[in-house]
């Protein structure tokens, strides 16, 4: 497929101001009736009407009442002789919604129907300028049998419904505000709701809904609840009001992604939707209400003001993530249960983004070109978008941020833009900010891809009484972008002195600075500075950049014990461990924990005033995919066997600890997923996991037999999941009949399946044994590639999220990932690209893993019939 340019971008010839839709909803062939009033846009040169359409059955097409000569060229509908003025352009053709596995476009799930035009899918339900530049209104109507679809919905208001001949029926939606075609949804099925009323400031009376298959109504009131905290958190932060009577938010159990913002009608993966204390767990329920409101946010940052093309997804990607995590912070409370937020969103970005910067498929925040817009939808556009929106706020002040919000959607409210928009909004309501006087500069985290590199150096003048800190940066290449330039670097900081205490860094006292690194290497003093002292830099994780400041173990220990950032506290106890991973992989010999090390993770495990969801996070290792990370060539095995050999020591030398850790956090009394409950238990889960690792080294079958009775008593997911999750990580004798106890509990529901999968695919490799599990549950009745949570739950677990598993001397993980990606690649496309980004980083692997994983990516790059999203993603890797 051909390689489409964001420098190429042009108006479209036409606008489309109007579009009148009528469904004949049927599963085998469904009608879709279309009037478009078009406009010719006189600020391009004249040219022919081009729409795009796929997989459609062409049945009629007239303007102005009258028939019309056209052609089908490719997925374009070619009227060459439009008229001049505005005209009314009316199309007839079917889809057929039972055969679309794809998942995109108009398509059949559980027997109801449900759409996702997000980026291209609306192109599959009829023809039309399928960009996100022509924003139109919207009236639907849909026409289905009464029995089998009693709800019918589409975006906006209700104005009609009623009956029709031979027991079906109709309803008709309108929807006032102008939207490009990736925002129209429509839903049909046999479908129960929650309701609930809300006034928003205004004073206004709203109606929100969410829909899902009966029987699962209970599961809903989590998904509810947060609905409303995100409606009354962005006007409360933000001044944006909810702007329809009626929010829909629906279920549906086939979905590709987590959820889809259309304008007014979610729709949502049931995985990121349904939630109750006995089948989802704590992980889940701060998911779900972090992808709630992702989409609701979305409604002012995507719809209102849409992105003018499709290289400007982190436009609306970026931010709406930077909404939803400050909303999560904000909803977490206490600035500790803050930080827990800030360390995992940083974990994640390491975890995935920072892997993705430096593979084969490095893009820039707002890409340069693509063929397949689907392969976009990225952790760089959406979890470095999100701080590189973070940085602006870093850099003008929570009240510049919102005054720069203010004014963008001044500005743009109703149009379709770009991030040069974004950016230039929030530096003219900041004049004289940090900022402002070097925007230019700043945009290259939107054009240059590649991790930087901050390199930091101290140096203590004891005679001058200063402290010098020279910082330097340097972006690595990527594919296509040789040479970077300087990025402006955010760096949030203090000097501790080496009793912990925070040293005064200006005449006025303050103890934190954000120092803005701008050039190749710049210099900061400080002075009145007594004694060396220990930098504290990058807090909070101010810019998404790696960080060598060379500090010591001894300098790590006490930002451990005392920075006032916790965020650095817990990156000095990754550090810690790190440092002591990557020397073990360096010499090629066996890791030994130091006793300092052991004694710092006892104190901070016995801290008596940290929180536990803390002392988790901390005492978590560094995960494998951010280790690789920090290697030239990488050994998955040679990593995995440097970790469990961590993790087995700091189980031994702990062990008392751990006791003490799990009995201390036991919670009597009913559920809640609040921080301090599911600190509790994420602390007692790690503990648990921990003994029952040390009971496999020792023979002590009372830590095992603990973790099954718990697993069966437990009253809670988290709790049965967790006990679950240490006897199979730990390769237990008793995780096989806890396993399958726990299969036969949850046969009936598909989310907890999932998870019954995913936890034997991601468990940590031993002999082969995981993959060998996990390819014989390809087998298992209950697997199903048509299912992108199930196929997921298997595959991308294994080959996406479990190196070790995964990369094999005798190849059997490449075989299986080339045969699998063709497998979905028939059916699903876009999950199929997904899956085969495993091997993006193949060049970086060391023999024998380096030559077959490139071998098994040429073999199927070689396959002449693979979607343009497979074909874009191996090409990549090969280029
Ligand atoms: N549904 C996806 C999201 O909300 C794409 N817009 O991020
Ligand atoms: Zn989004």
Same mark, same amino acid.
Request: proline share 5%.
């Given at each position: 497929?051909?390689?489409?340019?964001?420098?190429?971008?042009?108006?479209?010839?036409?606008?489309?101001?109007?579009?009148?839709?009528?469904?004949?909803?049927?599963?085998?062939?469904?009608?879709?009736?279309?009037?478009?009033?078009?406009?010719?846009?006189?600020?391009?040169?004249?040219?022919?009407?081009?729409?795009?359409?796929?997989?459609?059955?062409?049945?009629?097409?007239?303007?102005?009442?009258?028939?019309?000569?056209?052609?089908?060229?490719?997925?374009?509908?070619?009227?060459?002789?439009?008229?001049?003025?505005?005209?009314?352009?009316?199309?007839?053709?079917?889809?057929?919604?039972?055969?679309?596995?794809?998942?995109?476009?108009?398509?059949?799930?559980?027997?109801?129907?449900?759409?996702?035009?997000?980026?291209?899918?609306? =192109?599959?339900?009829?023809?039309?300028?399928?960009?996100?530049?022509?924003?139109?209104?919207?009236?639907?109507?849909?026409?289905?049998?009464?029995?089998?679809?009693?709800?019918?919905?589409?975006?906006?208001?209700?104005?009609?419904?009623?009956?029709?001949?031979?027991?079906?029926?109709?309803?008709?939606?309108?929807?006032?505000?102008?939207?490009?075609?990736?925002?129209?949804?429509?839903?049909?099925?046999?479908?129960?709701?929650?309701?609930?009323?809300?006034?928003?400031?205004?004073?206004?009376?709203?109606?929100?809904?969410?829909?899902?298959?009966?029987?699962?109504?209970?599961?809903?009131?989590?998904?509810?609840?947060?609905?409303?905290?995100?409606?009354?958190?962005?006007?409360?932060?933000?001044?944006?009001?909810?702007?329809?009577?009626?929010?829909?938010?629906?279920?549906?159990?086939?979905?590709?992604?987590?959820?889809?913002?259309?304008?007014?009608?979610?729709?949502?993966?049931?995985?990121?939707?349904?939630?109750?204390?006995?089948?989802?767990?704590?992980?889940?329920?701060?998911?779900?209400?972090?992808?709630?409101?992702?989409?609701?946010?979305?409604?002012?940052?995507?719809?209102?003001?849409?992105?003018?093309?499709?290289?400007?997804?982190?436009?609306?990607?970026?931010?709406?993530?930077?909404?939803?995590?400050?909303?999560?912070?904000?909803?977490?409370?206490?600035?500790?249960?803050?930080?827990?937020?800030?360390?995992?969103?940083?974990?994640?970005?390491?975890?995935?983004?920072?892997?993705?910067?430096?593979?084969?498929?490095?893009?820039?925040?707002?890409?340069?070109?693509?063929?397949?817009?689907?392969?976009?939808?990225?952790?760089?556009?959406?979890?470095?978008?999100?701080?590189?929106?973070?940085?602006?706020?870093?850099?003008?002040?929570?009240?510049?941020?919102?005054?720069?919000?203010?004014?963008?959607?001044?500005?743009?409210?109703? @149009?379709?833009?770009?991030?040069?928009?974004?950016?230039?909004?929030?530096?003219?309501?900041?004049?004289?900010?940090?900022?402002?006087?070097?925007?230019?500069?700043?945009?290259?985290?939107?054009?240059?891809?590649?991790?930087?590199?901050?390199?930091?150096?101290?140096?203590?003048?004891?005679?001058?009484?200063?402290?010098?800190?020279?910082?330097?940066?340097?972006?690595?290449?990527?594919?296509?972008?040789?040479?970077?330039?300087?990025?402006?670097?955010?760096?949030?900081?203090?000097?501790?002195?080496?009793?912990?205490?925070?040293?005064?860094?200006?005449?006025?006292?303050?103890?934190?600075?954000?120092?803005?690194?701008?050039?190749?290497?710049?210099?900061?003093?400080?002075?009145?500075?007594?004694?060396?002292?220990?930098?504290?830099?990058?807090?909070?994780?101010?810019?998404?950049?790696?960080?060598?400041?060379?500090?010591?173990?001894?300098?790590?220990?006490?930002?451990?014990?005392?920075?006032?950032?916790?965020?650095?506290?817990?990156?000095?106890?990754?550090?810690?461990?790190?440092?002591?991973?990557?020397?073990?992989?360096?010499?090629?010999?066996?890791?030994?924990?130091?006793?300092?090390?052991?004694?710092?993770?006892?104190?901070?495990?016995?801290?008596?005033?940290?929180?536990?969801?803390?002392?988790?996070?901390?005492?978590?290792?560094?995960?494998?995919?951010?280790?690789?990370?920090?290697?030239?060539?990488?050994?998955?095995?040679?990593?995995?066997?440097?970790?469990?050999?961590?993790?087995?020591?700091?189980?031994?030398?702990?062990?008392?600890?751990?006791?003490?850790?799990?009995?201390?956090? @036991?919670? @009597?009394?009913?559920?809640?997923?609040?921080?301090?409950?599911?600190?509790?238990?994420?602390?007692?889960?790690?503990?648990?996991?921990?003994?029952?690792?040390?009971?496999?080294?020792?023979?002590?079958?009372?830590?095992?037999?603990?973790?099954?009775?718990?697993?069966?008593?437990?009253?809670?997911?988290?709790?049965?999941?967790?006990?679950?999750?240490?006897?199979?990580?730990?390769?237990?004798?008793?995780?096989?009949?806890?396993?399958?106890?726990?299969?036969?509990?949850?046969?009936?529901?598909?989310?907890?399946?999932?998870?019954?999968?995913?936890?034997?695919?991601?468990?940590?490799?031993?002999?082969?044994?995981?993959?060998?599990?996990?390819?014989?549950?390809?087998?298992?009745?209950?697997?199903?590639?048509?299912?992108?949570?199930?196929?997921?739950?298997?595959?991308?677990?294994?080959?996406?999220?479990?190196?070790?598993?995964?990369?094999?001397?005798?190849?059997?993980?490449?075989?299986?990932?080339?045969?699998?990606?063709?497998?979905?690649?028939?059916?699903?496309?876009?999950?199929?690209?997904?899956?085969?980004?495993?091997?993006? =980083?193949?060049?970086?692997?060391?023999?024998?893993?380096?030559?077959?994983?490139?071998?098994?990516?040429?073999?199927?790059?070689?396959?002449?019939?693979?979607?343009?999203?497979?074909?874009?993603?191996?090409?990549?890797?090969?280029?």
């Amino acid at each position: 497929a051909a390689l489409i340019h964001r420098a190429d971008y042009q108006q479209p010839a036409y606008w489309i101001r109007k579009v009148e839709l009528t469904f004949d909803l049927d599963p085998a062939k469904t009608i879709v009736g279309s009037k478009l009033q078009i406009e010719r846009n006189h600020a391009v040169p004249h040219g022919p009407l081009r729409l795009h359409g796929e997989e459609l059955n062409l049945l009629r097409v007239l303007i102005d009442g009258s028939s019309v000569s056209f052609r089908q060229e490719g997925h374009e509908l070619i009227i060459e002789s439009a008229p001049d003025a505005d005209f009314l352009l009316e199309i007839r053709s079917t889809c057929a919604p039972e055969k679309n596995t794809a998942l995109s476009g108009l398509y059949t799930s559980g027997g109801s129907f449900f759409t996702q035009c997000e980026a291209e899918g609306f =192109r599959r339900i009829t023809y039309f300028l399928d960009r996100p530049d022509v924003m139109a209104v919207y009236t639907v109507t849909l026409r289905a049998d009464a029995k089998k679809y009693p709800v019918l919905l589409a975006n906006g208001n209700l104005q009609a419904t009623g009956e029709l001949d031979n027991g079906r029926h109709f309803a008709t939606w309108h929807d006032p505000f102008p939207k490009p075609s990736y925002l129209f949804a429509v839903v049909a099925g046999d479908l129960v709701t929650r309701e609930q009323r809300i006034r928003t400031r205004a004073g206004k009376d709203h109606l929100l809904q969410v829909y899902v298959r009966r029987g699962d109504l209970e599961k809903t009131e989590h998904a509810m609840n947060s609905l409303v905290a995100s409606i009354v958190w962005d006007e409360a932060r933000f001044g944006l009001p909810l702007d329809l009577e009626r929010f829909m938010v629906v279920g549906v159990s086939d979905f590709n992604m987590g959820a889809m913002e259309n304008k007014g009608l979610n729709i949502f993966n049931t995985s990121a939707l349904l939630a109750s204390p006995a089948t989802a767990t704590d992980t889940d329920f701060a998911r779900i209400e972090s992808i709630v409101a992702h989409e609701y946010f979305h409604n002012w940052t995507g719809n209102r003001v849409t992105c003018r093309d499709w290289f400007q997804l982190s436009l609306k990607e970026g931010l709406t993530v930077f909404r939803d995590q400050e909303f999560s912070m904000d909803m977490a409370g206490s600035p500790s249960a803050r930080a827990v937020c800030r360390i995992q969103d940083v974990r994640a970005l390491r975890a995935v983004q920072f892997p993705e910067d430096s593979g084969a498929m490095a893009h820039p925040v707002r890409p340069d070109s693509y063929s397949e817009i689907n392969n976009f939808y990225t952790a760089t556009v959406y979890e470095k978008g999100s701080e590189v929106v973070r940085m602006y706020q870093t850099l003008v002040g929570r009240k510049g941020f919102e005054a720069g919000m203010k004014l963008y959607f001044e500005r743009h409210d109703g @149009q379709a833009v770009t991030c040069d928009d974004f950016a230039a909004a929030m530096a003219d309501a900041n004049p004289g900010s940090p900022l402002a006087s070097r925007l230019d500069a700043f945009k290259r985290w939107y054009s240059q891809a590649g991790t930087p590199r901050v390199t930091a150096l101290g140096e203590h003048d004891a005679a001058a009484r200063t402290y010098t800190l020279k910082l330097r940066q340097h972006t690595p290449a990527t594919p296509g972008q040789a040479d970077k330039l300087p990025q402006v670097i955010p760096v949030v900081m203090g000097l501790l002195d080496r009793h912990g205490q925070a040293l005064a860094l200006d005449a006025s006292g303050a103890t934190e600075r954000t120092l803005v690194l701008e050039q190749a290497e710049q210099s900061f003093v400080f002075e009145n500075i007594e004694h060396e002292p220990v930098p504290s830099l990058l807090r909070g994780f101010s810019a998404p950049v790696v960080l060598d400041d060379g500090l010591s173990d001894a300098a790590l220990l006490v930002l451990l014990r005392h920075d006032s950032d916790p965020f650095n506290r817990w990156e000095a106890s990754q550090r810690l461990a790190l440092n002591r991973i990557l020397a073990a992989l360096r010499a090629g010999q066996p890791l030994v924990l130091s006793s300092a090390f052991i004694e710092a993770m006892r104190a901070v495990l016995r801290h008596p005033d940290l929180d536990p969801a803390f002392k988790e996070l901390a005492l978590t290792l560094p995960g494998e995919a951010y280790i690789a990370e920090q290697l030239d060539v990488v050994d998955p095995q040679a990593i995995h066997t440097a970790v469990m050999s961590a993790q087995t020591q700091l189980a031994a030398a702990l062990r008392d600890d751990w006791i003490a850790a799990y009995e201390a956090n @036991q919670i @009597q009394g009913g559920y809640t997923p609040d921080p301090v409950s599911s600190g509790k238990r994420a602390l007692a889960n790690l503990a648990l996991s921990m003994l029952v690792l040390d009971a496999q080294t020792t023979g002590d079958t009372v830590w095992p037999g603990k973790a099954y009775q718990r697993f069966k008593d437990a009253s809670n997911m988290t709790d049965r999941f967790g006990a679950l999750a240490a006897l199979v990580a730990a390769q237990a004798e008793l995780a096989a009949p806890a396993l399958e106890r726990f299969h036969a509990l949850f046969k009936d529901d598909a989310l907890v399946i999932d998870k019954w999968f995913s936890l034997q695919a991601r468990a940590p490799e031993v002999d082969g044994k995981v993959f060998a599990r996990a390819k014989s549950l390809l087998q298992h009745p209950d697997f199903t590639l048509k299912n992108p949570n199930r196929a997921r739950s298997l595959l991308a677990s294994l080959l996406l999220f479990n190196p070790a598993a995964f990369h094999r001397t005798d190849a059997a993980g490449y075989v299986l990932w080339a045969e699998q990606v063709l497998a979905i690649d028939a059916l699903n496309p876009m999950l199929a690209s997904r899956i085969s980004r495993a091997l993006d =980083r193949w060049s970086q692997l060391a023999e024998p893993y380096r030559s077959a994983a490139r071998e098994a990516v040429a073999r199927v790059a070689a396959k002449p019939d693979l979607s343009p999203d497979v074909r874009e993603i191996v090409e990549r890797a090969l280029a």
